[in-house]
């Protein structure tokens, strides 16, 4: 058997070892269902939220669970870099959020405007009051693109500006602007924020995706990368921040640590930056990509629900990491970007954050304590090149958890790691959503 067919086996067996896992699963929730007549709220229906009222449906007899989120279009946000590459079509991303709910859940198509944790209620921008015995606050985070200064959404594709964060239709544009570049050539500028974000390895997988194409295209000589960012270091993992150190030494990629986006001219496409002690810096670039500071919505900030004492300027939700129940609020647990735990913000971390939650709230029904904890798992398939990844698997205290330990290695730049992120991902990821995985 060659090495390219044992390890295509050896993907398909991951893949039917999942669909096993899923089913086992479902099974088990089916099994322990509880009596109760409890009103849940869970405001947002994001990955999170979908996934955990798909689970509570089953989970739960005679709740009544209630759904809060505006938002027609449910989107596949870790589908994102790869619109932003050329590599899938935006509508990849897109699909309905009421495609993923199930029967037995009341969705209000509305924003929600207010929490009061002492009265236990929701209110919403169309005047609607939901009262609640237990809330799940998992209505993802704000991109704040304002704190650009000189920049705003309408300029991205345009003048060799990028910001794929934004959505599908930003993601287009971005690939329009990044693919303009990879064909003429320049100074690539590729940044992140200094709050935390959303999956922190979407901007290295941005840098060394477009890296990678100039170069497919015989234009590597044309192009002059570099990787600007607040942090010290290049990732949050030390052992994974010196592979990606290595990397960007053999592709050319030059780091500049402890530079922190400000504003930029897009007429003279230039940028200035503050450096590590204030002073302003400048740099010229043919293609930037920008992704603005991250912070809580204003409904949590407004609500006393965020924490007090650190990410002020955020205003994540104050949970216990492991548990992610409110620390002040005990019938309120948080889910997802919002919060405030030191990992988690990725599309893999609620996967294993959501049966916590789920767990937590059936406990509380039950007037047991919870036996389920999240110990900080966050997955992240660093992309180095087309057709190769890194699957990078961490836990709160930095320790590397591989999944499939002796089949991928987590850093090396592998085949089937790519094929985990390409194909598989996806359709993990919708389980996830029913409430399977």
Not at 129 to 142: R, S
Not at 149 to 165: P, R
Not at 259 to 264: A, F, Q, R, Y
Request: proline residues 5%.
């Amino acid at each position: 058997m060659t090495k390219l067919n044992a390890t295509r086996r050896q993907f398909f067996g991951l893949a039917a070892a999942g669909a096993a896992a899923a089913t086992l699963s479902a099974t088990k929730e089916a099994e322990a269902q509880v009596a109760t007549s409890a009103k849940i709220v869970i405001i947002g229906a994001g990955a999170g939220g979908t996934a955990l009222a798909n689970r509570l449906v089953r989970r739960l007899d005679g709740a009544k669970i209630t759904l809060i989120d505006p938002r027609v279009q449910h989107l596949y946000q870790p589908g994102l870099s790869l619109v932003a590459a050329g590599l899938k079509p935006a509508d990849y991303v897109v699909s309905k959020t009421t495609d993923w709910l199930p029967d037995g859940v009341t969705l209000i198509a509305e924003k929600a405007a207010a929490i009061d944790p002492e009265a236990k209620t929701v209110a919403t921008d169309g005047g609607e009051t939901v009262p609640y015995d237990f809330l799940v606050v998992a209505p993802g985070l704000i991109l704040d693109h304002d704190a650009i200064e000189g920049f705003s959404l309408d300029m991205v594709g345009k003048n060799g500006i990028g910001a794929l964060y934004a959505g599908p239709e930003y993601a287009a544009r971005t690939w329009q602007a990044a693919g303009e570049f990879i064909e003429t050539g320049g100074m690539g500028l590729f940044t992140r924020p200094a709050t935390e974000m959303k999956c922190a390895g979407a901007p290295l997988k941005h840098t060394f995706l477009i890296d990678d194409l100039a170069k497919r295209a015989g234009n590597g000589s044309k192009i002059d990368m570099h990787y600007a960012a607040p942090q010290g270091s290049l990732f949050g993992v030390p052992i994974v921040a010196e592979k990606v150190r290595m990397l960007f030494g053999d592709r050319g990629v030059t780091p500049h640590m402890k530079h922190t986006l400000k504003s930029i001219d897009a007429e003279k496409r230039r940028a200035t930056f503050a450096d590590a002690d204030g002073i302003d810096l400048e740099m010229d670039y043919d293609y930037i990509h920008i992704i603005p500071p991250q912070r809580a919505p204003e409904v949590i900030r407004q609500s006393g629900l965020s924490w007090a004492n650190k990410w002020e300027d955020q205003g994540w939700v104050e949970c216990d990491k492991f548990t992610l129940r409110h620390l002040r609020y005990d019938t309120i647990w948080a889910l997802g970007d919002v919060a405030g735990v030191p990992k988690g913000k990725t599309a893999a971390s609620v996967k294993w954050q959501v049966p916590v939650v789920e767990d937590g709230l059936v406990a509380a029904i039950e007037g047991r304590e919870s036996t389920d904890f999240y110990d900080g798992y966050t997955s992240c398939p660093m992309i180095t090149r087309v057709g190769r990844a890194m699957l990078v698997e961490f836990d709160y205290n930095n320790n590397l958890v591989p999944s499939f330990p002796g089949i991928i290695a987590p850093l090396e730049e592998l085949w089937i790691s790519w094929l985990m992120k390409e194909v598989a991902l996806k359709a993990t990821y919708n389980a996830m959503l029913r409430g399977k995985a």
